[in-house]
């Protein structure tokens, strides 16, 4: 899914190894892990998330994006300058509302939810 999409979100319950899975596939990717608190409020600062997705070329992989809902709007902003970059965002989460039943305006047409 990643060569088909720029945001690929990677959904299921607590402890069943999706941070694991995330490092294996995606093992050059600038990681934020969204339960640790200064990737948190590097996140959820938008003058900083538009440095970090200017300045970085690898993926970018959110861990926890449900803790995060501002991420999503980022998201779709930047989703929307290039969307034949795929494989550039991969998220994952807790089954939440906030994955699962994200409004049209967010990048859910350009992401491909994968439970687990």
Avoid at 63 to 77: G, H, I, K, T
Avoid at 87 to 106: I, Q, V, W, Y
Wanted: aromatic share 10%; proline share 7%.
């Amino acid at each position: 899914m990643l060569a088909k999409f720029p945001c690929v979100a990677l959904l299921g319950a607590r402890q069943v190894g999706k941070s694991t899975l995330l490092k294996k596939v995606l093992p050059k990717a600038k990681y934020f892990d969204l339960e640790y608190w200064p990737d948190y409020e590097t996140v959820s600062d938008p003058t900083r998330l538009d440095l970090i997705f200017k300045e970085t070329e690898q993926s970018l992989v959110f861990d926890e994006a449900q803790l995060c809902p501002q991420l999503f709007s980022s998201l779709r902003v930047e989703i929307d300058k290039d969307r034949k970059n795929n494989g550039k965002f991969l998220l994952s989460g807790s089954s939440s509302p906030t994955l699962n039943e994200a409004p049209r305006d967010k990048p859910t047409r350009y992401l491909h939810l994968i439970g687990c």
